[in-house]
């Protein structure tokens, strides 16, 4: 079964950075694509960025394009996503997910979950 545990969140004020970490246990990362995607309370879950099983690949959405970085340490079983000049409207719960092989945007598409990190930007 598939674990992911997300660590890395926390407050910082706008345009500081922060970095997020998932770590995955209990398959083989490898042939796993790896997002991020992040909520906020009574919207939908919105895809941040994704990278690609053998990792030459990546996603993002627009929101967040040349300020965050997603890359993934096949030797330690986890990825990154490294956030700089945050804004307040990046405040969100993040979450990590998994599934086999091909990335996607589609929140649906994604089999495994983390439990989720705050972010919160203040301005």
């Known amino acids: 079964q598939v674990q992911l545990v997300e660590s890395g969140g926390g407050l910082v004020r706008a345009g500081g950075s922060l970095r997020l970490s998932c770590a995955l246990s209990?398959?083989?990362?490898?042939?796993?694509?790896m997002g991020w995607f992040r909520q906020t309370p009574g919207k939908e879950r919105d895809f941040v960025a994704a990278?690609?099983?053998?990792?030459?690949?990546?996603e993002y959405a627009e929101s967040v394009k040349g300020r965050f970085t997603i890359s993934r340490d096949n030797a330690k079983n986890a990825i990154h996503l490294q956030m700089n000049s945050l804004k307040p409207e990046d405040t969100a719960v993040y979450y990590c997910?998994?599934?086999?092989?091909?990335?996607?945007?589609?929140?649906?598409?994604?089999?495994?979950w983390g439990q989720g990190t705050q972010v919160t930007v203040s301005s």
């Open positions: 990278i690609q099983w053998r990792g030459d690949d990546t």
């Open positions: 997910a998994a599934k086999p092989l091909i990335l996607t945007t589609f929140a649906h598409e994604w089999n495994y």
């Open positions: 209990g398959r083989t990362f490898s042939n796993y694509a």
